[in-house]
């Protein structure tokens, strides 16, 4: 995961912060989906590296669904604001195990294609239900739209879907990429 990992007191600060702009303006659709998103990037960041995945004890399952439950209420202070949506349907599906986060994963893209963690989630999901020509479009579209994703979706091709030669493809001709 090519992620940065703030400090305890960082994401403090940060939400701190988040939860004050989204409390002073409840109906701002934006406040309340960073206010999850830094909430989820604080829940998520203890990762067990040799499975590539995020670690989550029964505590924080409760914290997830309670932010995906956030994040379906800043859904509907605006219908039309796909990145809540994506990422609702990310925390549902591959944190909760609901099949109906996969829904919202493709809604949240097809309103928001520019937003590159819509389209990271959206491709990651493409890659998993198989359709590989969709995912590598979508994935190749988060990297163009935000070149930190690179080392996400290169995680995606090799340990994901065992798949050097979409990491290679994406790779290019970039020499620092290889």
């Not at 590296?49 to 309670?66: F, I, K, N, Y």
């Not at 956030?70 to 796909?82: F, K, M, Q, W």
């Not at 493409?126 to 995912?135: K, L, T």
């Amino acid at each position: 995961n090519s992620r940065e990992q703030g400090t305890d007191e960082e994401y403090i600060d940060l939400i701190a912060a988040a939860e004050h702009a989204f409390a002073s303006d409840p109906g701002n659709v934006a406040y309340g989906y960073w206010l999850a998103y830094y909430r989820w990037e604080a829940l998520s960041r203890t990762t067990d590296t040799r499975l590539q995945q995020t670690v989550l004890d029964r505590e924080a399952m409760g914290h997830v669904a309670r932010i995906a439950d956030e994040l379906a209420a800043v859904r509907n202070i605006c219908h039309t604001n796909g990145p809540p949506y994506a990422l609702e349907g990310q925390l549902r599906l591959n944190i909760l195990g609901k099949e109906r986060g996969a829904e919202l994963i493709r809604k949240g893209f097809r309103l928001a294609p520019y937003d590159p963690p819509t389209c990271l989630v959206a491709g990651e999901l493409a890659a998993r239900q198989g359709n590989m020509d969709e995912a590598r479009r979508l994935l190749s579209r988060a990297v163009q739209l935000q070149p930190g994703y690179y080392g996400d979706v290169i995680d995606v091709y090799l340990f994901d879907l065992n798949r050097p030669d979409l990491a290679r493809e994406l790779a290019g001709d970039d020499f620092a990429r290889l």
